[in-house]
């Protein structure tokens, strides 16, 4: 079974408008970390946001937020105002049993290429 | 600020041939990886090692060797290549600790191509 789950293999928004990328994961871990890496053409990898299992509120940084519905087992991506520069794939990643020995393995999903139109 | 370093950017082998896709990084991490990513997979987890002398599979780790005699590298070989191993090659690395948010940071890949 697929632990992380994108089923949006690709996105077109509208310049400016908000847009939600989505991401299912699972696991019967109750310690687990949630995190979203964007790859630009250039190929490169980049941290956008994380989010813990045990945290009690929703991560933001800057204009990314990150809708986590622990019951559903979801953890969408929201870019506000979206620019032309947030045209990427992106990619949902989890990392389970953290309080473990040798559990550093980060899980990514198959990627959600987003497309910004001006 | 290097950061992760990869080398090289391209290559291409043809079948057969082996090959050592060099990682370095500069952060003191001790934790480092290597993933690959095809199309419509993602990427997915080749070999990783959590300090110098202690190295362990991944998913995908038939067709390739690691070894970790040191902190700062983490070189990938390719005892002989076969066309299923083209792919973008990604060499990762995080601090070993216990903290869930603890991030991997990302070399800038490899792209290679196995005829």
């Known amino acids: 079974a697929q632990k992380i789950t994108q089923t949006q293999p690709g996105m077109f928004v509208q310049e400016k408008e908000a847009v939600t990328l989505d991401c299912t994961y699972d696991?019967?871990?109750?310690?687990?970390?949630l995190f979203w890496y964007k790859q630009p053409s250039s190929g490169e990898m980049i941290f956008l946001i994380y989010q813990g299992s045990y945290d009690q509120q929703n991560a933001t940084e800057g204009r990314y937020s990150l809708n986590f519905q622990k019951a559903r087992k979801s953890a969408n991506l929201v870019i506000s105002a979206s620019q032309l520069g947030d045209s990427a794939m992106y990619f949902c990643?989890?990392?389970?049993?953290?309080?473990?020995?040798?559990?550093?393995?980060?899980?990514f999903g198959t990627g959600t290429r987003l497309t910004i139109i001006p | 600020n290097a950061g992760v370093t990869q080398t090289p950017k391209f290559q291409v082998l043809k079948t057969g041939q082996s090959m050592t896709l060099q990682c370095a990084q500069d952060m003191n991490h001790e934790y480092m990886s290597w993933y690959r990513q095809d199309p419509g997979m993602g990427l997915r987890l080749i070999h990783y090692?959590?300090?110098?002398?202690?190295?362990d599979q991944g998913e995908v780790p038939n067709g390739y060797n690691v070894s970790r005699s040191t902190t700062e590298d983490f070189p990938l070989r390719l005892l002989s290549a076969a066309p299923s191993q083209t792919s973008v090659y990604f060499c990762?690395?995080?601090?070993?600790?216990?903290?869930?948010?603890?991030?991997?940071?990302f070399g800038s890949g490899t792209q290679l191509s196995v005829l």
């Open positions: 696991t019967s871990d109750p310690s687990y970390g």
């Open positions: 090692s959590v300090g110098a002398g202690i190295t």
């Open positions: 990643a989890m990392r389970e049993g953290t309080q473990y020995f040798g559990n550093e393995k980060l899980t």
């Open positions: 990762a690395s995080s601090h070993h600790t216990y903290r869930a948010d603890e991030k991997l940071f």
